[in-house]
Structures are given as structure tokens and as C-alpha cells.
């Protein structure tokens, strides 16, 4: 039962690289009601200069590698597209502005984030086409990646807090208990062998939760959070933390169906 459900992650991720592709498009030809100014020409995924033709043109092709990554024919090209295009928009474009203001979560953020899609979309393929190097790399910055996300949750303890909605008591320690897993997850991923799969596990899981206690209801102003369902970066948010989810889920089934 488990393995059925880690199966579906690859059908997760992928939606999730599609809504934020197709969410580009539409920002950027000034259909999304964004109450911010020149908000048509802002991407939303914020590694991407704001230039509307480019952010068009890169939503149309990770709107394509999503597709592809559902494919056996095409899932190899799509993941190499994919994770090499957001690699290089985040270390040209993010990484100088988190080298000016290191101490920045929120540049940091924007920094892990794409790199961990890019890293997962790159493992997807398998190793029978994923070069070993590539793979213990691509593991390595998802691993300092969650512990990296791990620790801020610590730092940023009393913000963060602030954003679980008021049903849920005890904010802070749920706080700490999710940083405490990203940094046990990040590095059972560095570990590897059945110890990792069970971090990847965890991962998606912990996001899987956020998507649905968190994210979604924000996003569709279930919280009464002023102007949160016509908040373009409320929806990338919600996007990038479906692909967090069956990601992870994604690597664990393969890692499963590996040992078998």
C-alpha cells in the first residue's frame, strides 16, 4: 500500500512543474489579478529576471518537461532540461543577491528551493541514466538543503509560528518538531541506502501535510488572509510545495522498486 502511494509522486511533481509553468505563462501576459504594480511582467518563480517573453518562453518549456517527465520516452530529456534550466537561473540570477545579503532566510529560501526541484527532477530517470557523480551530488544539495531549511525553522522559529493557522495549537513546537525532521531527513538522504529512502519519505510527507493543512487552505482564502487567492506568490508557494511532496515520494518508490 505504501509503495502505490510513493508511486504517485511522479504524477505529483510532475503537475506541480506543469501549475508552475502554466502560472508563469499567465503572470506574465497579465491575466493573473495581482493587486502589485507592473505585477504582468513579474515571474513567479523568482529566480527568473523579469523579462515577460523570456518568462513566457521558459513556462512553455517546463509546462512541456512536466509533461515529459510522465513519459518513459521523454522522461530523461525532460529532467535534464528541467533541472539544468533551474539550476542555471538560480546560481545567475538568485545566488549573487544571497551572496550580497547572506544572512537573508528568504533569499536563502529562494536559493534551496529550485535547486532541490532541479536535484529531484535529475535523480528521477534512475541510475541507469543518471551518471553516479550526478546522483551523489544531486543527493548531496538536497540533503544540505533540508538541513539547511531545517536549521532556519529553528532561526525563524516565532515568524513561522505565525503562519500555522490558529486551529492548530502549540505553534512553535510544531515549529521546532518540522525543523527537527528536515534536519534528521536531510541527512538520512545523505546517508543513502534504505536509511535515505526513509528520509525521502519523511520530506514528502512533512510537505504533504503543509499542502493540505497549510497551503491550500491559504491559497483559496479558507484563512481570511487578505488578498491571499489573487497572490500569485500564495499559488507558486502552493506549487512548489506539491513538487516537495511527491518528489521525494517519486525518489523513495524508485529506490523501493531498486531493492526489490
Known amino acids: 500500500m505504501m509503495n502505490s502511494l510513493l508511486r504517485s509522486g511522479r504524477w505529483i511533481f510532475s503537475l506541480a512543474i506543469i501549475a508552475l509553468g502554466a502560472e508563469n505563462i499567465v503572470c506574465a501576459c ?87 526541484l532541479a536535484c529531484i527532477a535529475l535523480l528521477l530517470p534512475g541510475s541507469a541514466a543518471t551518471p553516479k557523480g550526478l546522483s551523489i551530488t544531486c543527493r548531496a544539495v538536497i540533503a544540505i538543503a533540508m538541513i539547511v531549511f531545517g536549521v532556519d525553522h529553528f532561526i525563524g522559529i516565532k515568524f513561522i509560528g505565525s503562519l500555522i493557522p490558529d486551529w492548530i495549537p502549540w505553534h512553535e513546537p510544531w515549529v521546532a518538531l518540522f525543523g527537527f525532521v528536515f534536519i534528521v ?35 483559496l482564502g479558507l484563512y481570511h488572509i487578505p488578498g491571499a487567492i489573487t497572490d500569485p506568490d500564495e499559488w507558486s508557494s502552493l506549487f512548489i510545495a506539491i513538487g516537495l511532496w511527491g518528489g521525494p515520494w517519486a525518489i523513495a518508490s524508485r529506490l523501493a522498486d531498486k531493492t526489490r
Open 185 to 219: 531527513g536531510g541527512a538520512a538522504i545523505a546517508v543513502g541506502g534504505e536509511v535515505g529512502r526513509w528520509g525521502w519519505i519523511a520530506i514528502g510527507t512533512m510537505f504533504a501535510i503543509w499542502v493540505i493543512t497549510l497551503h491550500i487552505p491559504r491559497t
Open 30 to 116: 497579465g491575466w493573473f489579478p495581482s493587486p502589485g504594480p507592473n505585477s504582468h511582467s513579474m515571474p513567479v518563480l523568482p529566480f527568473l529576471p523579469s523579462i515577460p517573453w523570456l518568462v513566457i518562453l521558459f513556462g512553455i518549456l517546463w509546462v512541456a518537461c512536466g509533461a515529459g517527465l510522465l513519459t518513459h520516452r521523454w522522461l530523461r530529456a525532460s529532467a535534464y532540461t528541467l533541472g539544468v534550466t533551474y539550476i542555471f537561473w538560480t546560481l545567475v540570477h538568485v545566488l549573487p543577491k544571497y551572496i550580497a545579503a547572506p544572512g537573508d532566510m528568504g533569499l536563502r529560501t529562494i536559493v534551496f528551493e529550485p535547486l532541490s
